[in-house]
T-cell receptor, first 114, second 111 residues
Framework: AQSVTQPDIHITVSEGASLELRCNYS??????LFWYVQSPGQGLQLLLK??????LVQGIKGFEAEFKRSQSSFNLRKPSVHWSDAAEYFC????????????FGKGTKLSVIP | ETGVTQTPRHLVMGMTNKKSLKCEQH?????MYWYKQSAKKPLELMFV???????ENNSVPSRFSPECPNSSHLFLHLHTLQPEDSALYLCASRGSTYEQYFGPGTRLTVT
């Protein structure tokens, strides 16, 4: 069965600093990988996705992620964080045909210091 | 309306009440999902519907009863809930590829 690990529960960065959120997955085949963001009291918004091809994918709001098969990782990055980026971030891996289920990590909460 | 909508956004109910959560997607998708999000737990998949047919029931207690009358609408009927059922209930839809699009959720409190 697939699994996703987000090792950092909570990260605090200063506004304008760079950001990297870690995600490691376990999946036997080629994974479909996603990053979602959730603001308080809201649903999850898709930031970016990786299906195949270029291992560096660009998303919305200036985010990017790099798929590294050798490390089973799909880390999310942003060169300069804005205060509005404070939220919870979820990494997910897609599995199998049929119901196309996603397995989510436990999330990383990002706080931004002005 | 665009995307995925959920009503109500907040719900407080007693353990003996019956209530329903509603989800509607305006994306032309054919698959819809119910998730439960509790504090400090990963997102838990509850039910999956493909073309109105239930394809997944993730060992959810029978006090939760889903209904999918068409590809655009999904309901979650609730009865005799427990306090531990208090959570954010999220609906999502999916088109022809893997990504899911989520609604804003219903914050449920069981008293």
């Amino acid at each position: 069965a697939q699994s996703v690990t987000q090792p950092d529960i909570h990260i605090t960065v200063s506004e304008g600093a760079s950001l990297e959120l870690r995600c490691n997955y376990s999946y036997g085949a080629t994974p479909y990988l996603f990053w979602y963001v959730q603001s308080p009291g809201q649903g999850l918004q898709l930031l970016l996705k990786y299906f195949s091809g270029d291992t560096l994918v660009q998303g919305i709001k200036g985010f990017e992620a790099e798929f590294k098969r050798s490390q089973s990782s799909f880390n999310l990055r942003k060169p300069s964080v804005h205060w509005s980026d404070a939220a919870e971030y979820f990494c997910a891996v897609g599995s199998g045909a049929g119901s196309y289920q996603l397995t989510f990590g436990k999330g990383t909460k990002l706080s931004v210091i002005p | 309306e665009t995307g995925v909508t959920q009503t109500p956004r907040h719900l407080v109910m007693g353990m003996t009440n019956k209530k329903s959560l509603k989800c509607e997607q305006h994306l032309g998708h054919n698959a819809m999902y119910w998730y439960k999000q509790s504090a400090k737990k990963p997102l838990e998949l509850m039910f999956v519907y493909n073309f109105k047919e239930q394809t997944e029931n993730n060992s959810v207690p029978s006090r939760f009863s889903p209904e999918c009358p068409n590809s655009s609408h999904l309901f979650l009927h609730l009865h005799t809930l427990q306090p531990e059922d208090s959570a954010l209930y999220l609906c999502a839809s999916r088109g022809s590829t893997y990504e899911q699009y989520f609604g804003p959720g219903t914050r449920l409190t069981v008293t």
